[in-house]
């Protein structure tokens, strides 16, 4: 059976759509400054999920992003072309040339 508690306390949602979550409850959760949650509705009702480990937004993003890349360069050579060390630069854009 799921655990239920309810605080003698309500938030007030602001005109930016924030909330304060109060401090019993990002006690009781192990909420930091920082720490990303999960707003998982059902039935109506909103619940707030603390996201831990590498499930966090950056985590998300990489795997958004994962086999996008339409570049043939290995991590090196892209690593080295952001330091300004050259590289492949025949993959550089170029102005068309004039007519």
């Known amino acids: 059976m799921e655990s239920y508690r309810s605080y003698p306390s309500f938030v007030r949602i602001t005109s930016k759509g924030q909330v304060t979550i109060p401090e019993q409850v990002r006690r009781e959760l192990?909420?930091?400054p920082g720490d990303e949650v999960e707003i998982v509705v059902r039935d109506g009702t909103a619940s707030?999920?603390?996201?831990?480990?590498?499930g966090g937004r950056g985590q998300r993003v990489v795997e958004a992003l994962l086999g996008r890349?339409?570049?043939d360069l290995s991590t090196d050579e892209i690593m080295a072309r952001t330091r300004g060390e050259g590289g492949?630069?025949?993959?550089?854009?170029?102005d068309p040339p004039s007519s």
């Open 88 to 94: 492949r630069n025949d993959l550089l854009i170029r």
């Open 69 to 71: 890349g339409d570049v």
């Open 30 to 32: 192990g909420l930091e």
């Open 48 to 54: 707030i999920v603390p996201v831990h480990g590498p």
